[in-house]
């Protein structure tokens, strides 16, 4: 009897290990990337994504999991079974994720200012960020553990003045911080800004400026920890990738994001850094 109970164990332990092994639980953050909540539940922008990369890697059992980026950073370098959908490649992060093959192409993030803002910003359409940041008159939001790659030096070369404001908060609270004159600016992507500002009904509120030091695009992955089990599920993330990245479907989850100009720069982009056309 006790050698019927002891396999029993022995089985119930390691179809629990193979479960574990076969869970991604995908980093979920907030709108528009992640819609968890509302009519518009399941359509943010990595949503999407995962739903159709999901749908090619059906042996895994897929779970959100909501959180800061922080937090996410501090999981994955303690090697926890959590992935992410959407992320730029650096060096930090290489130290402690592994990255999957390109998976999509963001064009650069942009500075965003209220409308009538505009003058203390020079009243032009480009703005340098190393003086922008060296200009303690103006307040400026950062959120914690997310990476602008070109930006990254230019922030922790000033990080600690009290006009650089580094927190944990996302896109949705600096977008009000914002609206209500509590910041001058924030950095973000174009179809971020929009969705925040139909979200608060701001749309004539804010504007956008060019950021001198960032390049017109960047290429983004998906990442898992830099362990035995991420290297394994990435491999597995690519295959799906390489079955994805050319389909129209795959490809409309961005491009009907977009303004008309941003749609040329962004097939154009695609199409020779994911498709090599």
Not at 101 to 119: E, F, G, T, V, Y
Request: net charge positive; with cysteine.
């Amino acid at each position: 009897m006790q050698y019927i109970i002891n396999i029993s164990l022995v089985l119930s332990l390691f179809s629990h290990s193979v479960y574990a092994q076969k869970t991604i639980n995908w980093l979920q953050l907030g709108p528009p990337w992640y819609i968890s909540s509302g009519v518009d539940q399941g359509n943010g922008i990595v949503d999407q994504t995962l739903a159709l990369l999901q749908q090619e890697m059906l042996d895994y059992e897929h779970k959100p999991a909501p959180m800061t980026v922080a937090r996410w950073k501090k999981n994955t370098i303690a090697g926890k079974h959590l992935c992410i959908g959407l992320v730029y490649k650096t060096k930090k992060r290489q130290e402690h994720s592994i990255f999957s093959i390109p998976s999509n192409i963001l064009l650069s993030p942009r500075l965003i200012i209220r409308s009538d803002n505009k003058a203390s910003f020079g009243g032009k359409d480009r703005v340098s960020y190393d003086k922008l940041l060296n200009n303690k008159k103006l307040i400026g939001s950062f959120e914690s553990g997310r990476s602008e790659r070109a930006l990254d030096a230019i922030v922790d070369k000033y990080k600690g003045n009290e006009n650089i404001l580094i927190s944990s908060a996302g896109p949705n609270q600096f977008f009000q911080m914002l609206m209500k004159n509590r910041i001058d600016y924030m950095t973000d992507f174009p179809f971020v800004a929009s969705y925040l500002a139909k979200e608060f009904s701001n749309m004539d509120e804010y504007t956008t400026l060019s950021i001198d030091e960032v390049s017109p695009y960047g290429t983004v992955h998906m990442s898992c920890p830099k362990t035995v089990w991420g290297k394994a599920v990435i491999t597995d993330i690519n295959l799906a990738l390489e079955k994805l990245r050319g389909t129209q479907a795959y490809k409309n989850i961005f491009e009907k994001r977009l303004d008309p100009s941003s749609l040329v720069l962004y097939k154009q982009y695609y199409n020779q850094q994911l498709l090599n056309k």
